[in-house]
């Protein structure tokens, strides 16, 4: 038991010196949601209600964007230049090797959140009900998904340019459908019932029980856990595809 | 029997190994035994990398039989005692010598020790990978397998790349190991480099022409030219 925390924690560390090497994609990571709500709270500059509306889904679909990216490329070198097939030849475990990872990406995940809503409750006013540390939560459970995803577009990308493919084809439908652009509830019954089985919208749900006046903040819980069990599905899915044995 | 077990580290018997259409090894068998220096020769292409991979447990489609340290080969436990150097540079480009090596070793429970001294990498330690040379990451690649001391030491293609003197140093330390113990089994295609081994396994077209000692491979051919010595051997099969 003790072993195998000690390679949960050295993945993790490995995860986090990596990043530390390429400081251009932390800063990159932490600037560019500051950069983006900024500019959303400049084109509502007079409707504090469109922003508070589009702002807070927001929040939860950076971490989402950015962990699925880090993670799919991450991974995909992992598996090309054969270094997985070396990991999984000494005692590290698969569920070790991704519970690392997670914790590394999840810090990065609660980095980009906590200067990421600092700036958008603060300075730019975004009105949220609940407690700031609730965006925080919601955005590191988005990050596990992300990473769940990103776990499983690796598995099915040769290259990198196939894996950078995989963010509009999975990341974009669901964009389109979790209620940023048309309430679900008006939409279609087909679109609503496909929207229902789709993570995202339930990201973009749970911050809008934080920011709108018609649901409990309560209501939030309900929606990280249904966000959880996804992330939790996809990085079970994901761990299958790391293989042992390979041709 | 007993006695056998101890004295054999890798035993295999009839191995198949198809890969897509290609039968990368058809039907090979041998013994590697324990604390020694295993060459394993042959041309590119002629299952050397299939055959260490297939030891290493992460081959798939293998047939027949294949005991590692008296496990079946892949058993879990086996990966506490294994040290395994892919042909590529299986290390991170975007970490330094020093951030690889000490990952590997706490995988493994161990510490460092002196293994960037051992390769001859002491003075790139808080180098990145990325901005060494090919023949310096296979180094950091072989710092890698052998960090942690392995009883069991897989290296593919070890020496591939380097200049003659630090082929020689490696070599030399390759002998130092199976003195200390270790078992060690050492790809290579130059076939020069069979002389300093005590033991060859010689492979083409994924069946096994001969096993045997240099010695051996010299008596049988009267040839100390280690080319000439191979072809003679295949005229003679």
């Known amino acids: 038991m003790r072993g195998s925390a000690a390679r949960t924690l050295a993945t993790a560390r490995r995860v986090l010196l990596q990043l530390r090497h390429d400081p251009r ?22 409707r504090r209600v ?10 939860a679909i950076f971490p989402l964007t950015t962990v699925f990216l880090v993670t799919s490329i991450a991974l995909l070198r992992e598996r090309t230049s054969g270094t997985l097939e070396r990991l999984l030849t000494t005692p590290l475990g698969r569920l070790e090797l991704l519970i690392g ?6 810090l990065l995940a609660a980095a980009q959140a906590i200067v990421a809503s600092a700036l958008t409750l603060g300075p730019l006013g975004l009105h949220v009900r609940g407690s700031d540390g609730l965006v925080v939560v919601l955005a590191v459970s988005v990050a596990l998904l992300g990473m769940g995803l990103g776990l499983l577009a690796s598995a099915f990308a040769r290259s990198e340019f196939q894996v950078v493919q995989f963010l509009p084809a999975t990341i974009l439908p669901q964009l389109l459908l979790c209620g940023l652009l ?35 903040v309560a209501a939030l819980w309900g929606d990280i856990a249904i966000v959880l069990a996804f992330a939790a599905g996809a990085l079970l899915l994901g761990a299958g595809t790391l293989r042992r044995r390979t041709p | 029997m007993s006695g056998d077990v101890a004295t054999q580290a890798v035993l295999a018997r009839d191995l198949h190994v198809r890969r897509g259409e290609i039968e990368a090894l058809s039907g090979v068998s041998f013994t590697i035994a324990t604390g020694r220096l295993t060459g394993l020769f042959g041309p590119s292409g002629s299952g050397k990398s299939t055959l260490i991979r297939a030891i290493a447990g992460v081959q798939a489609d293998v047939e027949g039989e294949l005991r590692v340290l008296d496990l079946p080969a892949g058993s879990a436990e086996l990966r506490h005692e294994l040290g395994y150097m892919t042909q590529a540079a299986s290390v991170y480009e975007d970490l330094t010598v020093a951030e690889n090596v000490r990952y590997f070793a706490h995988l493994r429970g161990a510490k460092v020790g002196d293994v960037l001294e051992r390769v001859g990498l002491h003075e790139q330690t808080h180098q990145l990978v990325r901005r060494l040379s090919g023949g ?24 591939v790349g380097l200049d003659p003197l630090l082929r020689r140093e490696l070599w030399g330390l390759f002998g130092e190991l199976a003195s200390a113990g ?24 994924g069946n096994l022409v001969a096993q045997l000692t240099p010695a051996e491979l010299v008596a049988r051919t009267s040839t100390e030219d280690m080319d000439e010595a191979f072809v003679r051997l295949i005229e003679q099969a």
């Open chain 1, 182 to 216: 048309v309430a679900r509830a008006q939409m279609p019954a087909g679109l609503h019932a496909l929207s229902d089985a789709l993570p995202m919208s339930y990201a973009v749900d749970g911050m809008k029980h934080l920011t709108s006046e018609a649901t409990p």
């Open chain 2, 182 to 205: 270790a078992t060690l089994l050492i790809s290579s295609h130059v076939l020069d480099e069979a002389r300093h081994c005590d033991d060859l396994i010689l492979l083409r077209d």
């Open chain 2, 136 to 159: 310096q990451r296979a180094r950091v690649s072989l710092a890698a397998a052998l960090v942690g001391s392995p009883r069991l030491l897989l290296l593919d293609e070890p020496t």
């Open chain 1, 50 to 59: 469109a922003f508070d509306h589009a702002g807070a889904p927001l929040l």
């Open chain 1, 25 to 46: 994609t932390v800063v990159l990571m932490i600037v560019v949601p500051c950069v983006l709500e900024t500019l959303l709270r400049l084109i509502y500059a007079h």
């Open chain 1, 101 to 106: 990872y997670a914790l590394a990406f999840g």
